[in-house]
């Protein structure tokens, strides 16, 4: 509905209400009023189930342990709407894939005429299986169009400024590989903590995230273990460089490893997420 605004405007104005407006994508919702509403509304962020939650949500048998609670959290979620299907793989799957096609069918495509369904898919994979890697808009690009992948109705590779206007399209979406969704969890629970959050580079190294309060911040490197020599070095390196002395972390889902190495604190993940 075009000027739905204007309308959500004059309730404002005419009636002794609170007014509240819901959807799936913040950044469309907020541009289409954000010039007549400036200044008159709160976004409130709604962050899916964090891990705290995920375990008063479900109904757990006694028998079933942490670390299997944490496994079915990896693996179906913090989408509330899949407790309806009772840990169901396949269904829960399919609601997910709904959900999906809402956000970018619905929401992505309809809101901007000009968008070709195709080209968002590509791209949307391509950010999919990058997740966690630092890229650009050209790399995109050019990496897509080398392989063949990406080439509009006239034969020529798609501009690196193409791929920015639609990624500026698109919302997060969950990735299947272990380690990309350990990374998504742990952002997750940075933004549900208050922390402005981003990602750092220091020579050849990357460090997963920089969590920044006005009070400090936080330097954070996520992996699944950090049982080989090879793991260790690649997670510690990168805060090693660091020349300050804010606070330095490695997240894993180790239990017996060293708590503590050159002043970088080495925390189970698990453990961290209920504190």
């Given at each position: 509905?075009?000027?739905?605004?204007?309308?959500?405007?004059?309730?404002?104005?005419?009636?002794?209400?609170?007014?509240?407006?819901?959807?799936?994508?913040?950044?469309?919702?907020?541009?289409?009023?954000?010039?007549?509403?400036?200044?008159?509304?709160?976004?409130?962020?709604?962050?899916?189930?964090?891990?705290?939650?995920?375990?008063?949500?479900?109904?757990?048998?006694?028998?079933?342990?942490?670390?299997?609670?944490?496994?079915?959290?990896?693996?179906?979620?913090?989408?509330?709407?899949?407790?309806?299907?009772?840990?169901?793989?396949?269904?829960?799957?399919?609601?997910?894939?709904?959900?999906?096609?809402?956000?970018?069918?619905?929401?992505?495509?309809?809101?901007?005429?000009?968008?070709?369904?195709?080209?968002?898919?590509?791209?949307?994979?391509?950010?999919?299986?990058?997740?966690g890697s630092i890229t650009s808009p050209n790399n995109i690009g050019n990496v897509l169009s080398n392989e063949g992948e990406f080439q509009n109705n006239h034969g020529k590779n798609i501009a690196g400024k193409i791929v920015e206007k639609y990624i500026s399209m698109l919302l997060g979406y969950r990735d299947a590989d272990r380690g990309h969704i350990l990374e998504n969890i742990v952002f997750l629970e940075l933004?549900?903590?208050?922390?402005?959050?981003?990602?750092?580079?220091?020579?050849?190294?990357?460090?997963?995230?920089?969590?920044?309060?006005?009070?400090?911040?936080?330097?954070?490197?996520?992996?699944?273990?950090?049982?080989?020599?090879?793991?260790?070095?690649?997670?510690?390196?990168?805060?090693?460089?660091?020349?300050?002395?804010?606070?330095?972390?490695?997240?894993?889902?180790?239990?017996?490893?060293?708590?503590?190495?050159?002043?970088?604190?080495?925390?189970?993940?698990?453990?961290?997420?209920?504190?």
């Amino acid at each position: 509905m075009e000027h739905w605004e204007k309308a959500i405007e004059s309730f404002r104005l005419d009636f002794d209400v609170d007014i509240y407006i819901i959807g799936s994508n913040a950044y469309l919702l907020s541009t289409e009023f954000s010039t007549l509403l400036s200044g008159r509304y709160v976004e409130i962020r709604m962050l899916p189930l964090s891990f705290k939650e995920f375990l008063t949500f479900y109904d757990f048998d006694e028998a079933i342990t942490m670390e299997d609670k944490f496994q079915k959290y990896l693996l179906f979620g913090g989408m509330p709407i899949l407790r309806e299907y009772h840990f169901n793989e396949a269904r829960s799957n399919h609601a997910l894939e709904d959900i999906y096609s809402t956000v970018v069918l619905r929401d992505i495509l309809q809101r901007n005429n000009q968008a070709d369904q195709n080209t968002l898919q590509k791209i949307m994979l391509f950010l999919c299986s990058n997740i966690g890697s630092i890229t650009s808009p050209n790399n995109i690009g050019n990496v897509l169009s080398n392989e063949g992948e990406f080439q509009n109705n006239h034969g020529k590779n798609i501009a690196g400024k193409i791929v920015e206007k639609y990624i500026s399209m698109l919302l997060g979406y969950r990735d299947a590989d272990r380690g990309h969704i350990l990374e998504n969890i742990v952002f997750l629970e940075l933004i549900r903590r208050d922390y402005r959050v981003s990602i750092g580079k220091i020579g050849d190294t990357k460090i997963d995230f920089i969590a920044e309060k006005p009070t400090g911040k936080q330097f954070i490197q996520v992996t699944e273990s950090m049982a080989s020599p090879e793991s260790r070095e690649r997670e510690f390196r990168p805060l090693q460089l660091i020349p300050d002395n804010y606070e330095k972390i490695v997240l894993s889902m180790d239990r017996s490893y060293i708590n503590s190495y050159e002043g970088i604190k080495s925390i189970n993940l698990i453990d961290w997420l209920l504190a």
